[in-house]
């Protein structure tokens, strides 16, 4: 609600602020597009806008109905959109070691199934990996 102090935060942490958003696998191309579209306009303009209809239902609209736009200076979007990942990640992805994801995702199968939830899509990513490691 306070644009100033939010564009004071997003640039005293720039360094530290990493574009993403929470897209999963369930959603259709649409929403997901919807959904990294707006975190972008809020970025980057000082637009006051609606969620858009095609969005997903956990965007849900802000309390009085509208999202208003940070316009962060060029220098602080480059940061958090961009300098930060590559910082990170180096520019050139590392080879998958799919014996390790399989792992993690037979690890998050486990915790899923503790807490009572279906499991079957970190099981069936598990057993697609290793499929990989049997083909190669």
Not at 113 to 128: C, E, K, P
Request: charged share 30%; hydrophobic share 45%; with cysteine.
């Amino acid at each position: 609600r306070n644009i100033a102090a939010s564009r004071r935060f997003f640039a005293r942490f720039s360094d530290r602020i990493l574009f993403g958003t929470d897209i999963w696998g369930g959603q259709s191309p649409e929403q997901a597009g919807a959904r990294a579209g707006i975190l972008r306009r809020w970025l980057e303009t000082d637009d006051e806008s609606r969620v858009p209809a095609e969005a997903d239902a956990l965007l849900g609209p802000p309390a009085d109905g509208l999202i208003r736009g940070l316009a962060l200076d060029a220098q602080v979007l480059e940061q958090v959109l961009e300098r930060n990942f590559v910082r990170l990640t180096g520019t050139r992805p590392s080879p998958l070691d799919a014996a390790s994801a399989a792992e993690e995702c037979d690890r998050i199968a486990g915790e899923v199934a503790v807490l009572g939830g279906d499991a079957s899509d970190a099981q069936a990513a598990a057993h697609r990996l290793r499929g990989l490691i049997d083909r190669r």
